[in-house]
């Protein structure tokens, strides 16, 4: 027995500090530590998020990464006016070619690293640039007025870097206020994302991602879901109990009919005929008149509209007297569906209409020459329409944040798919982006919009909304 006193007595002389230290950073850890740990990582909001889309790290959804950093500019969602975001101020140089970037100060990654101009890198391949320590020099070869809206997109650092059981993995690295924390590929697949953890200090969001709204309907149904956003209709869903429904209207897509014009089918006057012929929707309020959205500061109010009127679209079919009956394909994706069908019958009505105007007004023609005016329409379904190969086209494009339209309807371009021709349109475009001032800049894009609207190369019809659905109270928000 004190053979065992001794050497318990040895022991702790020799390391009573070390055994003392230990004691209190124990009871520190299990005290205080350990209890605010499960505190803060219960009191942190979980949120489990559908997205629909393909997505990648080098396509990441723009939800996410507004949530995670900023730009050097950002657009007013009210609109389009720019403004500086991580820039404190910028200079334009007289002759349009030079632009300058002061950056703000104390700007920190979410790594608590400086924000350095050299750490900006968009991808401006005819663009030269310059560093100094608080700014950013752009060079252009030539004047290009949308060019600020270039420097919108939210900056992110890739940083590589080791984790138990991935080959590969980046730290994404924003400057916001939430930081992306982790995720994941789709299986088979070391490119396409399966999901995406976005956290803040109050907030943990787990983003999943569907390949299509049908997917996304079934994971909420199955709960790997509580919320899902970005439908354009909320389908069965809307007579589920205790659900919130958000209806969104941020006109950052029109859907439109577009006419392929090197058919010789479509002349001005068929192509506004269809246009006064196609009801609208007009419930919402949401109708869409041109590519320019109308809360841009560039939409042109008097813009020539094709409000519904049978007896005018016939009268216009009539003129144009087709020399044979027009049996016509309508190619769509399986989203805009629905609303094909009812372009269908409004179409085809037009041609019933017209037929029976025919036979009943002009005499000299014959029935079987009345049978010209019949139309017939084919809907095609394809997500991944061929816009080299179409007759008609249903589909909806983003409005963009500058009234720049030079992309898709200057006669030069690949996008123009329509195969839109005005020599004035392309005048108009071409200075529409090298003109500096806003106000010479209204009255060239409001010009242009006159200009489309009367040649109809397109019926625009209506913004595409957005329904956000998540688990809750049952009620309808329009936003």
Same mark, same amino acid.
């Given at each position: 027995m004190r053979k065992i006193y001794w050497y318990v007595s040895s022991f702790l002389s020799k390391y009573y500090l070390i055994i003392l230290i230990s004691l209190l950073s124990g009871f520190l850890l299990f005290s205080f530590l350990i209890p605010q740990l499960i505190k803060f990582v219960s009191q942190k909001e979980r949120r489990f998020v559908a997205l629909i889309g393909d997505y990648s790290l080098e396509n990441l959804p723009s939800l996410i990464t507004n949530q995670v950093s900023f730009g050097l500019m950002k657009a007013s969602p009210l609109n389009s006016e720019l403004t500086t975001s991580l820039a404190k101020d910028f200079t334009i140089s007289e002759d349009g070619l030079t632009y300058t970037f002061t950056l703000k100060e104390d700007l920190l990654w979410q790594d608590n690293q400086p924000l350095h101009p050299n750490d900006i890198h968009y991808n401006l391949p005819e663009v030269h640039t310059e560093f100094t320590d608080n700014q950013i020099i752009y060079t252009l070869p030539e004047p290009f007025s949308p060019f600020t809206a270039r420097l919108t997109k939210p900056l992110l650092r890739f940083i590589p870097t080791k984790k138990l059981f991935r080959l590969e993995f980046f730290n994404i690295i924003g400057i916001g206020d939430y930081a992306i924390t982790d995720y994941t590929h789709r299986q088979h697949?070391?490119?396409?994302?399966?999901?995406?953890?976005?956290?803040?200090?109050?907030?943990?969001?787990?983003?999943?991602?569907?390949? @299509?709204?049908?997917?996304?309907?079934?994971?909420?149904?199955?709960?790997?879901? $509580?919320?899902?956003?970005?439908? $354009?209709?909320?389908?069965?869903?809307?007579?589920?109990? $205790?659900? @919130?429904? @958000?209806?969104?209207?941020?006109?950052?897509q029109y859907l439109a009919l577009f006419f392929n014009l090197a058919d010789e089918r479509f002349p001005k006057n068929i192509r506004q005929a269809f246009g006064y012929a196609l009801t609208k929707n007009t419930a919402l309020g949401l109708l869409a008149f041109g590519p320019i959205n109308d809360r841009s500061w560039a939409f042109f109010k008097g813009i020539k509209r094709y409000d519904y009127s049978l007896d005018r679209a016939i009268e216009r079919l009539v003129d144009e007297f087709p020399a044979e009956p027009l049996e016509i394909t309508l190619t769509t994706n399986s989203l805009n569906y629905d609303r094909a069908i009812r372009l269908k019958d409004d179409l085809e009505m037009l041609g019933e209409r017209a037929r029976e105007y025919c036979l009943r007004e002009n005499k000299q023609y014959e029935a079987l020459t009345c049978d010209n005016l019949s139309i017939t329409i084919n809907i095609n379904v394809n997500n991944f329409p061929d816009l080299n190969n179409f007759e008609l086209l249903l589909l909806s494009l983003a409005t963009g944040?500058?009234?720049?339209?030079?992309?898709?309807?200057?006669s030069d371009q690949p996008n123009n798919f329509t195969n839109y021709k005005n020599t004035r349109v392309d005048a108009l475009l071409e200075e529409g982006r090298q003109v500096q001032d806003q106000q010479e800049r209204t009255l060239i894009y409001q010009e242009f919009q006159q200009v489309l609207s009367e040649d109809v190369p397109a019926i625009f019809l209506e913004y595409d909304l957005n329904y956000n659905i998540s688990r809750g109270q049952s009620e309808t928000v329009v936003e």
């Open positions: 697949s070391r490119s396409k994302l399966s999901s995406m953890t976005v956290e803040s200090s109050e907030k943990k969001i787990i983003y999943r991602f569907y390949l @299509t709204q049908e997917q996304a309907i079934t994971a909420f149904k199955k709960g790997e879901v $509580n919320e899902i956003i970005g439908l $354009n209709h909320p389908r069965e869903l809307e007579d589920w109990p $205790n659900l @919130t429904i @958000t209806r969104e209207n941020p006109q950052s944040i500058d009234p720049d339209q030079y992309t898709f309807w200057h």
